[in-house]
């Protein structure tokens, strides 16, 4: 339990947000991998509210069933059509069922908001006994913001003064709202039905309660924060890159600082929920997303992007690109390789070069080194599937499984025609098309006999390079393959002879 749990956050989403020129709703546009709304919820659950109260308006539903995908803990709560931070509030304390207490305001838009810096607020309010306290920043170009304007001595704070509504001694204040507060509840439901729209905007100014607190007596105080970046919103698409930008810095630099070695910084894109193991190497171009984890020692990269996947200690992943699968502890993967969902691949195994997998588990120690497709599949412990094998696993109406025993040495260039099973340890020859159950030990074999045209380039090619090279070798004698001696049932003696490794 957090020492100074609030009894409730609300959180204020209602906005249009119209400078994004978006027709997605302001806060679901998303950095390092949630979105400005999740990071705001992800904050404000950090300091354990009793309640969590998110207000929406504009785009409701989009917004409301975001919320109950992320965070279905989040209570909902509508702004009427009266407009401004402080009727948005108003509506959002009609969910809350505290009469006293401490509630912390934040806004959806304000992704670096971290749960330390609410609840450094949250302690000051309470420690001190203060009506209000709000969140300030000294900020270099003020405009656009709220003044926090101070009594004489500078300890206290008399209210706040929106920019449209300043003087110009008020403008040239730098020290700036933040919209992010603690209050008194008991003072903040009382305040909220004394102030009215009488300003420049026409709104119903959530910063007139710090005025009407003051003047009933109570102590409204400020918490500065020497990070302003931790209070900016992100109005437009240039600033939502601009704070996704420091974000990815602020991860990047977690990670290193806990052991883990970003070879290049600038090029690593880690998602702000990826867990990374110690002594991890992620090499330049990656992007680490969603609910990413890469053990300890695993070397990722370069170029690679994985979502939603799980990475083995020490294992090594290369060029590829992966959604939604696992790799096992000690495994390799890539280059040039496509993981879909489902992939599943055991400890010390390997998925190689130009190969695509898909709902497919692969066991420890089993190989899918080269050129492969393997969909709807299991395969064995210590299997090998030869370079240029296709799980043919779709009939154009369904899609079959297939499976592969433990220590099978399936052949290159192998079509496994699903529904199939190959037993344990057995094999199929190079360029088998396996349409029937292999048993297990058993080697399948579906090839026709190769047939020899004896002169065939010379004949139907004459006057060509190949017809030349052709009569050359043959006139030096010694390589004129003998009619159907050829005919060596090559693929069924020795099938190990055609597996890639
Ligand atoms: C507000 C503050 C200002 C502060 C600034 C910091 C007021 C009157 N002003 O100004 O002092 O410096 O934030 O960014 O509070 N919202 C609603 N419903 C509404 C209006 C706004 O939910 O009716 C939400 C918006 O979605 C947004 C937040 O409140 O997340 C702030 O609204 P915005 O209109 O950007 O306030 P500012 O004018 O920037
Ligand atoms: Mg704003």
């Given at each position: 339990m957090t020492p100074h749990a609030p009894q409730a956050v609300v959180v204020l989403a209602?906005?249009?947000?119209?400078?994004?020129?978006?027709?997605?709703?302001?806060?679901l546009h998303p950095i390092c991998g949630r979105s400005l709304l999740m990071h705001a919820v992800t904050a404000a659950a950090g300091i354990d509210p009793a309640q969590l109260v998110v207000v929406v308006r504009h785009e409701r539903a989009l917004v409301a069933k975001h919320l109950a995908e992320h965070a279905p803990f989040a209570l909902v709560a509508d702004q009427d059509d009266i407009p401004g931070t402080g009727r948005a509030v108003r509506c959002g304390l009609?969910?809350?069922?505290?009469?006293?207490g401490t509630v912390v305001v934040t806004y959806?838009?304000?992704?670096?908001?971290?749960a330390e810096t609410l609840a450094r607020l949250v302690a000051d309010h309470e420690e001190r006994g203060s009506a209000v306290t709000v969140l300030t920043a000294r900020v270099g170009d003020p405009t656009g913001y709220g003044r926090i304007v101070r009594d004489a001595s500078g300890a206290e704070v008399l209210g706040i003064v929106e920019h449209k509504d300043a003087s110009d001694e008020q403008r040239r204040i730098d020290e700036v709202n933040s919209g992010i507060y603690a209050f008194d509840i008991a003072v903040l439901r009382d305040a909220l039905t004394r102030i009215?729209?009488?300003n420049a905007q026409g709104e119903m100014y959530l910063t007139d309660v710090l005025a009407i607190a003051r003047e009933d007596g109570r102590a409204v105080r400020a918490v500065v924060t020497d990070d302003a970046v931790l209070v900016e919103g992100a109005n437009d698409r240039v600033q939502l890159a601009a704070l996704a930008a420091e974000m990815r810095r602020r991860i990047n630099e977690r990670h290193m600082r806990a052991g883990?070695?970003?070879?290049?910084p600038a090029t690593a894109y880690i998602d702000a929920d990826v867990t990374i193991g110690q002594d991890a190497v992620i090499e330049p171009n990656v992007q680490l997303q969603g609910a990413t984890e890469i053990g300890a020692r695993a070397g990722i990269g370069p170029d690679s992007s994985l979502r939603d996947t799980v990475v083995g200690e020490g294992a090594s992943v290369i060029r590829t690109q992966a959604l939604l699968a696992e790799i096992g502890d000690g495994a390799t993967v890539g280059p040039f390789t496509y993981l879909r969902p489902g992939t599943v691949l055991g400890a010390r195994g390997k998925i190689g070069g130009f190969c695509e997998t898909k709902n497919a588990q692969i066991g420890d120690d089993a190989k899918v080194p080269h050129l492969s497709y393997v969909g709807d599949a299991e395969i064995g412990e210590g299997t090998n599937i030869g370079a240029?094998?296709?799980?043919?696993?779709?009939d154009g109406v369904t899609k079959h499984r297939t499976t592969v025993g433990r220590h099978v040495r399936v052949g290159s260039d192998s079509v496994l025609v699903a529904p199939v099973t190959i037993g344990d340890g057995a094999a199929t020859g190079a360029g088998t098309v396996v349409r029937k159950d292999v048993p297990p030990g058993a080697l399948a074999v579906a090839a026709a006999s190769q047939r020899n045209v004896e002169g065939w380039t010379e004949r139907?090619?004459?006057?060509?390079e190949a017809a030349r090279a052709a009569r050359e070798a043959l006139d030096a004698g010694?390589?004129?393959?003998?009619?159907?001696?050829?005919?060596?049932?090559d693929a069924t003696d020795r099938p190990e002879e055609q597996e890639n490794r």
């Open positions: 209602a906005g249009a947000g119209t400078r994004m020129r978006s027709a997605l709703p302001k806060v009609e969910s809350v069922t505290a009469q006293e959806g838009d304000v992704p670096l908001l971290d009215g729209t009488d883990v070695t970003l070879v290049d240029a094998t296709i799980f043919a696993n779709y139907r090619r004459e006057g060509t010694g390589t004129d393959a003998g009619g159907t001696d050829v005919e060596r049932t």
